[in-house]
T-cell receptor
Framework: DAGVTQSPTHLIKTRGQQVTLRCSPISGHKSVSWYQQVLGQGPQFIFQYYEKEERGRGNFPDRFSARQFPNYSSELNVNALLLGDSALYLC????????????FGSGTQLSVL | QQQVKQSPQSLIVQKGGISIINCAYENTAFDYFPWYQQFPGKGPALLIAIRPDVSEKKEGRFTISFNKSAKQFSLHIMDSQPGDSATYFCAAHPTKTSYDKVIFGPGTSLSVIP
């Protein structure tokens, strides 16, 4: 079975631009979470979606938004990019909406110049 | 502010030795404590997890020790191998949430030398 897949693997943007990151969960998983991992730090929770509804949001500005599609795949959008948005963006999927084992993808490395 | 502290920041262990990573939490009740292992270029992978009603959990060479009163927990890797070289994150799930907001520690870079 395929694991969590994320695209693209690497992305370079300039300040002020917008970016969309994509995630496909493991087949049968209905929950998708997004995390931001800055170099040398632990991942930070951004969003969780379950059954296409937002279930939780971390301390990130409104420039960050996400959605989940009927096939449970998800997109993370970041508007008005700042240099500080440069990070590895991780997607994790799980069967249900809480306390389930999280399976992480390899992430999208975003560089903002 | 919910926070999980982790030490040491980096660790070098001889092959066959014991690797010990310590974590502590504060301010907020947590009820699930996973440890994740991350290799370069990969996402974190769940290694082992414990609930606060258990003081110790062992899976193969990996053991979690949990001290609820001290709000501390640790990962022990017995018979450490070069293949264990990775970054390890302790983490915690807050109680009373219906979603998977996992709070991660800052990570420990482990190098196991032959």
């Amino acid at each position: 079975d395929a694991g969590v897949t994320q695209s693209p693997t690497h992305l370079i943007k300039t300040r002020g631009q917008q970016v969309t990151l994509r995630c496909s969960p493991i087949s049968g998983h209905k929950s998708v979470s997004w995390y931001q991992q800055v170099l040398g730090q632990g991942p930070q929770f951004i969003f969780q979606y379950y059954e296409k509804e937002e279930r939780g949001r971390g301390n990130f500005p409104d420039r960050f938004s996400a959605r989940q599609f009927p096939n449970y795949s998800s997109e993370l959008n970041v508007n008005a990019l700042l240099l500080g948005d440069s990070a590895l963006y991780l997607c994790a999927s799980s069967l249900r909406d809480s306390r389930e084992k999280l399976f992480f993808g390899s992430g999208t490395q975003l560089s903002v110049l | 502010q919910q926070q999980v502290k982790q030490s040491p920041q980096s660790l070098i262990v001889q092959k066959g030795g014991i690797s010990i990573i310590n974590c502590a939490y504060e301010n907020t009740a947590f009820d699930y404590f996973p440890w994740y292992q991350q290799f370069p270029g990969k996402g974190p992978a769940l290694l082992i997890a414990i609930r606060p009603d258990v003081s110790e959990k062992k899976e193969g060479r990996f053991t979690i020790s949990f001290n609820k009163s001290a709000k501390q927990f640790s990962l022990h890797i017995m018979d450490s191998q070069p293949g264990d070289s990775a970054t390890y994150f302790c983490a915690a799930h807050p109680t009373k949430t219906s979603y998977d907001k996992v709070i991660f520690g800052p990570g420990t870079s482990l190098s196991v030398i032959p």
